[in-house]
């Protein structure tokens, strides 16, 4: 893989994508791997390159389209609490700022359906955000936080049962979540769409 540069010192990239989730079969399709989802989807759309194993993950780069940024959208392969191994050092290889890095990542205190982007915030107990944290040295990165509801309790086991089981919702409202997010993901990178 390419990790060209447009002149001396310049950063190889005008953003890194991150998708949060866990690899393997037996994940594929839960709640918690939505941001996996979310960042396949936005490869496919910008049709950049296949997937090259680099830094614990999957990433590909390459430009949104002609003439238009340059990205790169990383899938950690490293079991969501250990995101940050994957991201900071695929950050540190693209130079890319912290404000520039999107994470895409399931969010239980969203209904599901919501949809909300914002720069930093807190970590609401969830590990992949704990990880990112500790590796990128703050929180302040840009999120794409994709509800996915909450089960009716507080049981840590349950809640995490949960999260890591298949969506019971209608698969065309599921796949309707996932193109919205999307575009929420890409508005961010061509510049649409504000971090506040």
Do not use: C
Request: glycine share 14%; hydrophobic share 40%.
């Amino acid at each position: 893989m390419r990790l060209g540069r447009s002149a001396a010192g310049a950063s190889p990239v005008d953003w890194l994508v991150v998708g949060l989730g866990n690899p393997g079969s037996q994940y594929a399709a839960t709640r918690h791997n939505i941001g996996f989802e979310v960042a396949s989807a936005l490869a496919a759309r910008w049709q950049l390159p296949r997937a090259k194993r680099k830094f614990a993950g999957l990433v590909t780069d390459g430009r949104t389209g002609p003439g238009g940024p340059r990205v790169a959208v990383l899938l950690p392969q490293t079991y969501m609490n250990e995101s940050g191994r994957s991201a900071g050092p695929a950050r540190g290889a693209y130079r890319v700022p912290l404000e520039r890095i999107v994470v895409l990542h399931d969010e239980i205190d969203l209904p599901f359906g919501d949809i909300r982007a914002r720069m930093g915030g807190g970590l609401a107990g969830h590990n992949g955000l704990k990880s990112l944290k500790r590796e990128l040295g703050s929180p302040d990165f840009g999120r794409v936080r994709i509800g996915v509801d909450r089960p009716p309790t507080t049981d840590p086991d349950r809640v995490a049962a949960y999260v890591l089981g298949r969506f019971s919702e209608p698969k065309g409202d599921v796949q309707d979540l996932i193109e919205r997010a999307t575009d929420t993901a890409e508005r961010i990178v061509l510049g649409e769409l504000d971090l506040a």
